[in-house]
């Protein structure tokens, strides 16, 4: 499926202010016009990428990398039927056609459209109107207008290559946007999920906005958050006493395992290590090494802890759930806080312990062992 996106920026953008047009003006770090391009160039199922420009901008659009240039009309639609044009030399199956000053563009609007033209000829993305609408004149109210089935429109508006093609060769007079060229044609429509910060640049003010909310998406996708899970079980064997979370508990049984077999703290720790992609304990601390026989189990953990940070991470929380019919841990479960806490450097409010029972269930219904459950946040700094 070839998908082309043409990228319509050959306007003045008066209203905008500034001695630039607004595609030109920058944003951000960069101009509108990049902006809008590398929402389509990124896309992966878009397969080619057109721009239309206005022929003085000729030295300004070429500071952009791959994307096509074509030089476009004096009216909206005239610079649409040149994008058009320019592609039938090797016509793509679909178009999506963008107005540049929308730089705000997600996957989510551009994927919406795509696939609602598995079944229709043309799709555009839309909000409903929300707010009462009035008829004015002279600043002053003169009737009000139901907002009933009223849609706010916003791009890209896709089609099927051809029926947009021949729509445009056919249609004569300025049109607002391609959805009227469509059904002048006799093409139906889908109504896809518009974006509220799919804005349009139309105003001084719009500068600002749109600034604002590009640097807030850039730390968003900055901001690189990983999550782990672990899983640990020990039988019982004879004993005075049960290692949970670090915290020394007298039992009648002790559990069984090559180090102090303190389940909760290795499901942390393979937590932490899952959310790295660094394996499991028994890779960085195999049982078959004698030197490990009955280490205490802060070992692995702080080493867990050592490698988030050299992997340029933060630990930001950690949550353990023991399951067990006996000992109860509810008595304990703040000192085993506190130990965690102390071991990987955390506030006491980000460690979390708690206990449940299987209800009789299995293993550790009939009281043979303990299971652990853990999960990690990291967050990259």
Same mark, same amino acid.
């Given at each position: 499926m070839e998908i082309a996106a043409l990228i319509v920026a050959a306007g003045r953008g008066t209203r905008a202010g500034a001695d630039l047009p607004k595609q030109w003006r920058r944003v951000a770090g960069a101009t509108v016009a990049q902006h809008s391009v590398a929402a389509f160039r990124g896309h992966p199922r878009v397969t080619r990428c057109l721009l239309v420009i206005h022929p003085d901008d000729e030295a300004l659009a070429r500071k952009i990398e791959g994307v096509e240039l074509v030089h476009g009309g004096a009216t909206r639609d005239a610079s649409v039927r040149a994008g058009l044009e320019a592609l039938t030399g090797h016509a793509p199956d !679909?178009?999506?056609?963008?107005?540049?000053?929308?730089? #705000?563009?997600?996957?989510?609007?551009?994927?919406?459209?795509?696939d609602a033209l598995v079944t229709s000829p043309g799709a555009a993305p839309a909000l409903p109107v929300t707010d009462a609408l009035w008829h004015g004149a002279d600043g002053v109210v003169t009737g009000t207008q139901s907002r009933e089935g009223l849609f706010r429109a916003q791009t890209p !508006?896709?089609?099927h290559f051809e029926p947009i093609l021949a729509a445009h060769r056919a249609y004569t007079g300025g049109a607002a946007d391609d959805v009227?060229? /469509?059904? =002048?044609?006799?093409?139906?429509?889908?109504?896809? =999920?518009? @974006?509220?910060?799919?804005?349009?640049i139309?105003?001084?003010? *719009?500068?600002?906005? /749109? @600034?604002r909310l590009i640097r807030d998406k850039a730390k968003e996708l900055a901001m690189d958050i990983r999550m782990g899970n672990g899983f640990d079980v020990h039988a019982f064997e004879d004993g005075d006493h049960v290692i949970l979370c670090g915290v020394r508990i007298p039992h009648d049984r002790a +559990?069984?395992?090559?180090? %102090?077999? @303190?389940?909760? =703290?290795?499901?942390?720790?393979?937590?932490?290590? &899952?959310?790295?992609a660094e394996g499991d304990i028994g890779q960085h601390f195999p049982p078959s090494d004698p030197q490990w026989k009955g280490a205490e189990s802060h070992i692995f953990l702080r080493h867990a802890v050592e490698l988030v940070a050299s992997h340029?991470?933060?630990? $930001?929380?950690? *949550?353990?759930?023991?399951?067990?019919?006996?000992?109860?841990?509810?008595?304990?479960? *703040? /000192? #085993?806080?506190?130990?965690?806490?102390?071991? #990987?450097? +955390? @506030?006491? %409010?980000?460690? $979390?312990?708690? /206990?449940?029972? $299987?209800?009789?269930? &299995?293993?550790? &219904?009939?009281?043979?062992?303990i299971a652990s459950l853990a999960s990690a946040t990291l967050i990259k700094d």
């Open positions: !679909q178009v999506l056609i963008h107005d540049v000053a929308r730089p #705000m563009v997600s996957a989510d609007v551009i994927n919406g459209v795509i !508006q896709g089609f009227e060229v /469509a059904r =002048m044609a006799g093409l139906d429509v889908a109504i896809t =999920m518009g @974006d509220e910060n799919n804005l349009k139309t105003t001084p003010g *719009d500068f600002a906005r /749109a @600034d +559990l069984k395992g090559h180090s %102090d077999a @303190d389940v909760g =703290m290795h499901a942390l720790t393979d937590a932490i290590y &899952g959310a790295l340029g991470f933060r630990l $930001s929380n950690a *949550d353990v759930t023991l399951i067990c019919e006996h000992p109860k841990i509810g008595p304990h479960a *703040d /000192a #085993m806080r506190a130990e965690l806490a102390k071991i #990987m450097g +955390l @506030d006491v %409010d980000r460690v $979390s312990v708690k /206990a449940t029972t $299987s209800e009789r269930l &299995g293993f550790t &219904g009939r009281s043979e062992g």
